[in-house]
């Protein structure tokens, strides 16, 4: 992983929305709470957590759809954080894919014209090489022939294929990176795989970096090098795929496992398990470790003093006070 070449690093990045409570007052949502995080060319990383963990902000962050309030971002060595001007050149080479197919394309447009709008935006080919990048994006995508689709609209396409759209969509300007947003978790189960599949067959083929944010860690198997596990706006720990997997450290990665439903069909009536506590609120996080309110071992010391990142195996990291 060392001799990779780093794509995009984040570097105590923070990003905070400010909601107003009254006159003259805000409340501050600390979404993502200082993150460090590295996404090389070619390597899929996966931010794992609940709904309420950050994982969405810091993938919108990462390609600058939201500006942080502090720390760095440095995109192929060029520092990002609070570009302005020139954001049509980062827009071509960072794509975001959007978890819901149903509303993240327009409806009064064909497939056509939601694939060639950014090629014309970004003043790339003539109609007829347009219309061959868009064949090629449908066709690497698996909806084929592409003629059969180039003249519908997205509600006369299952929820598969427009997610199959959305992938096009990104892909037609070549990116270097893509954030993908749980991009399977309004899909149905059968075109799951399919869509995990096709998305890493074609980062392998053009050597993307990929940041997989996921709510459903037994995913991460099949389509991620590294997982980052968030909480609260934190990452809480971070390794490669199989360790992590096979060694999960921190108590709410663990949790995290054990919520996976069985997928023992003869188990499918048996409860499944919840990780215990109330879901995180990133207002007002808890002082100390953050997952202490919840957390089975939390002492004295966890309520007080943030734990840091200690390496416990080779590159796996983790901020807990077990593993001091
Ligand atoms: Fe639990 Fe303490 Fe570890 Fe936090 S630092 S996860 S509260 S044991």
Not at 158 to 179: E, H, T
Request: with cysteine; aromatic share 8%; net charge positive.
């Amino acid at each position: 992983m060392k001799t990779m070449e780093v794509l995009i690093e984040l570097k105590n990045v923070k990003t905070y929305y400010f909601i107003p409570k009254g006159l003259f007052k805000t409340i501050a949502v600390r979404a993502v709470d200082g993150v460090s995080l590295t996404v090389h060319r070619g390597e899929t990383v996966a931010i794992v957590g609940e709904s309420g963990s950050g994982k969405t902000t810091l993938g919108k962050t990462a390609v600058r759809l939201l500006e942080p309030i502090a720390g760095k971002i440095i995109f192929e060595g060029k520092d990002i954080t609070h570009l302005k001007g020139d954001m049509l050149w980062f827009r071509r080479k960072a794509q975001m894919i959007f978890q819901d197919p149903f509303t993240s394309l327009n409806p009064y447009m064909t497939i056509r014209q939601i694939l060639e709008e950014p090629l014309i935006i970004h003043k790339i080919g003539d109609p007829s090489e347009r219309e061959e990048i868009i064949a090629k994006a449908l066709t690497e995508v698996k909806l084929s022939p592409p003629e059969e689709f180039l003249s519908k609209y997205p509600h006369m396409l299952s929820g598969g294929q427009r997610q199959k759209v959305g992938i096009a969509r990104a892909l037609v300007l070549r990116p270097d990176f893509i954030v993908a947003d749980e991009p399977v978790s309004m899909i149905d189960a059968s075109s799951r795989a399919e869509i995990l599949y096709l998305l890493r067959n074609i980062q392998r083929e053009y050597k993307m970096g990929i940041m997989y944010i996921t709510h459903d860690i037994a995913t991460t198997k099949y389509f991620s090098d590294n997982i980052a596990v968030m909480y609260l706006g934190k990452i809480v720990e971070f390794g490669p795929t199989s360790k992590v997997l096979k060694n999960p450290l921190h108590p709410y990665t663990r949790a995290l496992m054990e919520a996976v439903p069985d997928p023992d069909p003869s188990n499918r009536f048996k409860e499944r398990k919840v990780i215990p506590g109330e879901p995180p609120s990133p207002i007002n996080p808890p002082s100390g470790c953050r997952f202490h309110p919840r957390c089975p071992y939390a002492t004295e010391r966890c309520k007080k003093e943030e734990p840091k990142f200690v390496e416990v195996e080779p590159d796996h990291y983790v901020a807990c006070y077990l593993y001091e």
